[in-house]
């Protein structure tokens, strides 16, 4: 999976962060162990409401601790992001491929301007 060339997926009638699920899990912004810098990508994208209109508000990440496949410790935290209101968002993450333990994945959390709220894990 090439980190940099991601794919927006419709899920509920919006586009979504759902390629961050199937290809991440976890974030780069957290503390690291022995103040070592994660390695990110970022992720970035418009979100859309269900009547096909740029959707503003916010998007609350949440993620558990893991190791990346470099040896990077990520710890378990969560990161509130501005959706802009031409729909535009952008969030720079750690990669899962290869990490222990493995299975892990975000929960991204969208608080829409239209006043819905819709989880993707």
Same mark, same amino acid.
């Given at each position: 999976?090439? /980190?940099?060339?991601?794919?927006?997926?419709?899920?509920?009638?919006? *586009?979504? /962060?759902?390629?961050?699920? *199937?290809?991440?899990?976890? *974030?780069? *912004?957290?503390?690291?162990?022995?103040?070592?810098?994660?390695?990110?990508?970022?992720?970035?994208?418009?979100?859309?409401?269900?009547?096909?209109?740029?959707?503003?508000?916010? /998007?609350?990440?949440?993620?558990?601790?893991?190791?990346?496949?470099?040896? $990077?410790?990520?710890?378990?935290?969560?990161?509130?992001?501005?959706?802009?209101?031409?729909?535009?968002?952008?969030?720079?993450?750690?990669?899962?491929?290869?990490?222990?333990?493995?299975?892990?994945?975000?929960?991204?959390?969208?608080? /829409?301007?239209?006043?819905?709220?819709?989880? $993707?894990?």
């Amino acid at each position: 999976m090439k /980190l940099t060339n991601h794919e927006w997926l419709r899920a509920g009638g919006r *586009m979504g /962060l759902l390629s961050i699920v *199937m290809g991440l899990t976890g *974030m780069g *912004m957290g503390s690291a162990a022995h103040a070592q810098a994660v390695s990110t990508t970022t992720v970035q994208g418009t979100v859309y409401l269900a009547n096909g209109q740029p959707g503003a508000g916010t /998007l609350v990440l949440s993620w558990p601790s893991f190791t990346t496949a470099f040896g $990077q410790l990520v710890v378990a935290d969560s990161t509130t992001v501005t959706i802009s209101p031409d729909g535009f968002v952008s969030v720079n993450l750690a990669p899962n491929q290869a990490a222990t333990p493995a299975g892990q994945y975000y929960t991204a959390v969208y608080y /829409l301007s239209d006043g819905t709220t819709s989880t $993707q894990y």
